[in-house]
């Protein structure tokens, strides 16, 4: 398919796991794609792939918490592909541990990524939407945002924080034909799951109507659907994908 033929993306994140598939499916689907991450190592392999896909990928190495780095990407976005049409705040990280016991800068850099990034990115961008009077702007939360989860109060706080910011976003924008929404995953298969112990995984999984964690593809393609002109009536909507352990 070809629906986001000349549709300018940047992927926050994108060097692996979730990222990196929301970058295949969106370099699939025509999409003029650059992808950032800070390990310049792991974007490079994955620069690698998408141009298997499709030749107009691109790569930036940037720190997201960095406002000038970040606004340096937006520029080089800018000069390849004119204009930037869809931002994908993927970047995410965890530093898990109870409350009691949390250092403070496990929380002060969970909420510098994971918040931060993305009021980072979006400012960049969002000024570029609206003069174009376009804009799709994809957020990703997660279940936990939504449900809270023992020893991630950094993490539960952060994707909450996302979920407000995208709605507020949404009613700032809507007027100007940019769409803002999110996708809260469930236990999705990557590497951060996969750190995850086995006995740990056993408790989850039997709480999971479907029986398995979720694959990256499948949200990938919510990305590519929220993306797309299709999906232009929607904004300011949180999107659960999580194979019923959230009803």
Not at 103 to 116: A, C, E, Q
């Amino acid at each position: 398919m070809d629906r986001l033929d000349r549709r300018v993306s940047i992927i926050t994140g994108a060097a692996r796991g979730l990222g990196l598939a929301i970058a295949k499916r969106l370099a699939g689907e025509g999409c003029i794609t650059i992808i950032n991450d800070i390990d310049e190592k792991s974007l490079s392999r994955a620069l690698i792939d998408l141009k298997k896909i499709n030749n107009k990928c691109f790569m930036y190495v940037a720190d997201i918490t960095d406002r000038q780095s970040v606004d340096n990407m937006f520029e080089y976005a800018l000069k390849k592909g004119g204009k930037i049409d869809i931002l994908v705040n993927n970047a995410g990280i965890t530093r898990d541990g109870f409350f009691h016991k949390m250092k403070d800068r496990n929380w002060k850099k969970v909420i510098d990524v994971n918040l931060g990034g993305m009021y980072n990115c979006t400012r960049s961008v969002i000024e570029n939407m609206r003069k174009n009077s376009y804009g799709r702007i994809i957020n990703i939360s997660s279940v936990v945002g939504i449900s809270g989860n023992i020893g991630q109060t950094n993490y539960a706080a952060s994707k909450a924080a996302v979920i407000g910011f995208t709605k507020a976003l949404s009613l700032e924008s809507a007027v100007l034909g940019i769409t803002v929404n999110a996708i809260a995953p469930g236990f999705i298969k990557t590497d951060m799951t996969g750190a995850i112990p086995d006995e740990i995984k056993e408790k989850i999984l039997a709480k999971i109507p479907i029986g398995r964690f979720g694959k990256p593809e499948e949200i990938a393609g919510m990305v590519a659907y929220l993306s797309s002109e299709e999906a232009s009536y929607i904004t300011g909507q949180v999107i659960s994908i999580n194979g019923g352990f959230l009803t």
